[in-house]
């Protein structure tokens, strides 16, 4: 029973509730000696002190973990992810902050980004239908948005996945954050990191990076970082197109 009053005062947060008040132990046990009957020789406050210091030690270290990376920037990032556990505890978390920081959990921002895809798929069947040499959903999306001639897009009109699989690596430093044989969940991965850590994006993709960040409703400086701004030619692209992304 002793040890079930103690876990409670911590699952209840009471001592982050009531902060520095006095008396705050000797509060909470007399609340549940007029509650319950407790005996005055059940529960001690220095005892209940004492368990709450080991509680918030022993939990101290997992919690900060994970706001810590938040801030990483990217030397740490890369050293951050030479550890296989972290890499995985963090691939695992960054679904969670995305939802909620933006509303959205892992179904329907996939759901909402597969829209996109979908959208310029549907775009550059009917635009090839008139050319004499096909264009594909990567090279119209990126042509929509201004980046026509972006690092990203081969000579071939076709995005290259060995090309993309570097600029990945450069957002994560040296470090191999994931492999990925499809570029759009590469890309993906690529958003949930941005968008979930003060990372920003290079300046030369700054433009797709705002584009994603309108589609799900988020501010410049949640998705892009506090020095960048949504660029003109993707709020452009945007506003002529989110009524298929909705």
């Known amino acids: 029973m002793k ?49 709450t210091r080991s509680y918030k030690s022993n939990h101290k270290n997992s919690d900060d973990d994970k706001d810590e990376w938040e801030k990483y920037n990217l030397s ?40 996109i895809w979908s959208f310029y798929d549907q775009l550059a069947q009917e635009e090839s239908e008139n050319k004499l040499f096909s264009e594909d959903k990567y090279s119209i999306f990126l042509e929509d948005i201004g980046q026509k001639n972006d690092a990203i897009k081969s000579s071939s009109s076709k995005v290259s996945v060995k090309k993309c699989g570097r600029i990945f690596q450069i957002l994560v430093g040296n470090t191999v954050y994931g492999e990925y044989d499809d570029f759009e969940e590469m890309l993906l991965q690529a958003i949930l990191l941005i ?33 960048l701004r949504y660029h003109i030619s993707a709020k452009m692209a945007y506003e002529k197109r989110k009524e298929f992304f909705v």
């Open 76 to 115: 740490q990032f890369s050293e951050y992810f030479r550890n296989e556990g972290k890499l995985q505890d963090f691939k695992n978390l960054v679904y969670k902050k995305f939802e909620n920081k933006y509303g959205f959990n892992e179904t329907e921002l996939r759901n909402k980004y597969e829209k």
């Open 3 to 51: 040890n079930i009053c103690y876990e409670l005062y911590q699952k209840l947060k009471v001592d982050e509730i009531l902060v520095e008040k006095k008396g705050k132990y000797i509060t909470y046990i007399n609340v549940l000696k007029k509650l319950f009957g407790i005996g005055d020789d059940l529960l001690d406050s220095d005892k209940l002190r004492s368990n």
């Open 195 to 227: 968008s979930c850590t003060f990372l920003e994006p290079p300046n030369y993709l700054s433009k797709m990076f705002s584009f994603f960040g309108l589609v799900f409703g988020a501010s410049e400086s949640e998705f892009l970082g506090s020095k």
